[in-house]
């Protein structure tokens, strides 16, 4: 068990799987809870977050899906903890500012990626995976809206694997942003810099690397110069899961506008408008967003296998 589990035990739940893979210094990897809650509806969600989790394990490490519950942090959900988010109403959309208020109110909590990422970094968890980083919003320069999974990265030391940006947000100024913090862009296996449910957002990571060894190199000297950030690894949906970006672009306009008519702002706006696009796409946009989960999911596998191999000589699999 981790020092910090065994200093705070009243305020993490650790499935007995996460806890061994911890004391045993076994590869995990930490996935967020708000795709089951809010990404997708009874019960494609909780499919689609046990194939997550499948996905986890077949690249070799340890699946440890968190959410919070009754004024605990939840690391590694089990089925019927999965149902709960799945089918409840009112679950809180938790990222990182909200952490304390979650557990302060016991309200049921499904994490973002800025809140999986600050959780992960407490208990130790090196990788994150997860379908679309939150970004920096189309027309900021007057709303200032940014997404807090960008400040979280400058805060902890995690290889975060997703699929680029969420296409209706600036990918310009979202990598602009990541280069002024210091937060190292690499494209596993790609260099085009992906856009969630499109390949290519218009522009390129820092680097394209193919080898999970050496983005683990990577973040291993990173972390070792004071004020490190993670390392944000991308890796795109693929190529047969892919939505055309034109007619993407499109859909995205429609719902933006429908959303400015009818008053939706802040945090349910990016729900309204994916399941806006969702719907004008046919279904494509859930399919893709299904694929691209399962795809980040086995890269952030392969890449923390890696890394625990390097780190502690890890070669025993899931």
Not at 107 to 132: D, W
Not at 158 to 169: S, T
Request: hydrophobic residues 50%.
């Amino acid at each position: 068990m981790s020092a910090v589990v065994e200093h705070e035990s009243s305020l993490f739940r650790l499935s007995d799987e996460v806890r061994d893979a911890l004391a045993q210094r076994r590869p995990i990897v930490a996935l967020e809870s708000n795709v089951v809650a809010h990404g997708f509806r009874w019960p494609e969600n909780i499919a689609v977050a046990q194939e997550v989790e499948d996905a986890v394990r077949a690249g070799g490490a340890v699946p440890a899906t968190i959410s919070i519950a009754d004024g605990a942090i939840v690391v590694g959900a089990d089925r019927d903890e999965l149902e709960k988010l799945a089918t409840a109403k009112n679950v809180a959309k938790t990222t990182s500012r909200d952490i304390a208020a979650v557990l302060a109110g016991r309200r049921l909590g499904a994490t973002s990626i800025s809140a999986t990422m600050a959780i992960a970094n407490k208990l130790g968890i090196a990788t994150v995976a997860s379908a679309g980083l939150g970004g920096v919003h189309r027309g900021a320069a007057t709303s200032m809206d940014i997404s807090s999974d960008l400040t979280e990265l400058a805060r902890t030391k995690l290889i975060v694997v997703c699929a680029g940006v969420k296409k209706i947000l600036d990918a310009g100024l979202t990598l602009e942003f990541l280069e002024t913090q210091g937060t190292p862009v690499i494209g596993y296996k790609y260099l085009p810099f992906p856009a969630f449910y499109c390949r290519e957002s218009g522009f390129d990571t820092q680097l394209r690397v193919d080898d999970p060894h050496e983005i683990a190199d990577i973040a291993r000297f990173h972390w070792r110069f004071a004020g490190a950030s993670s390392v944000l690894v991308t890796q795109p949906i693929p190529v047969e899961a892919a939505l055309d970006s034109d007619a993407v672009e499109v859909a995205i306009q429609e719902a933006l506008e429908r959303a400015r008519v009818e008053g939706v702002t802040g945090p349910a706006n990016t729900t309204f408008v994916l399941r806006a696009v969702d719907a004008a796409t046919g279904g494509a946009a859930a399919a893709a967003n299904r694929a691209v989960l399962i795809s980040t999911a086995q890269a952030a596998a392969e890449i923390e296998t890696a890394r625990a191999a390097i780190e502690y000589g890890a070669t025993h699999a899931v």
